[in-house]
C-alpha cells in the first residue's frame, strides 16, 4: 500500500504535455514528425539556449579579455607619420597615419593570467560597448606596434607581454576619425590622463 502513496494521482503538466506531443507525433506522418522535432529543438534552443550558446561563443573572448580587465592607456605623445610601407588595400589608401606612444597598464589585482598581446589591440569609435564588439564602428588599424627595451623601441615579435607596458603604434585612421578607444577583445580600456 506504501508505493501506491507515492505514485502521482495525476502527473505534473510538464510530463503531461511531452505525453501529448509524443502522442500527436506518433499519429502524424514520419515528416511532421520530424518537423515538429525540428521545431520543438529549434523553440528550446531559443528559448533556453541562447544565453548559453552566447557564453559558449564569447567563452575564449572572456577568458582573453581577463589580462586587460579594468586597464589603463596612458597617451604620451601622437605625431604624423609616413604610410605603412608595402601595398595597402584601396580602402586603406585615404587613411591618415599617425605614430602614438602610450602605455597600457593592466591592473594586476584582477585573478587570472594576466598575459596580453600588443597585436589584439583594436581601435573602435566613442560610445562603444564593452562586450559587444560586434556593433563596433572601426575608426582606425594598428598597422604596427613596437615595445620600450630598455631605451628603445623594438619590433614586437607577437610575444605575449605581463604588466605594463610602453608602445609605440603605427595607426591609420580613417579620414574622419578624431577620437578613439582601445579595445582588447571584449574590454574596453580607460583612458588615464597622467
Sequence with gaps: MAALDSVWARPP???????ELVAVTLDLPRW?????VGLGTRLGAALMGRRMLRRSYLGPLIERSRALSGATVILHGVRPAPPV???????DEARHFHVLDVT??????RPGLHRWNPRDLVLVAPGALPARPEEDVEVGRIFQAELWVRDR????????????QRLRLHVGLKPRARQFHFRYYLELLSRNPG
Excluded at 32 to 36: E, F, L
Design 13 to 19: 503538466a510538464a510530463l503531461r504535455t511531452l505525453g
Design 32 to 36: 511532421w514528425a520530424s518537423m515538429a
Design 85 to 91: 610601407r608595402g601595398d595597402l588595400p584601396r580602402r
Design 104 to 109: 597600457v597598464k593592466p591592473c594586476l589585482n
Design 153 to 164: 623601441f623594438v619590433a614586437s615579435d607577437g610575444s605575449l607581454l605581463y604588466g605594463p
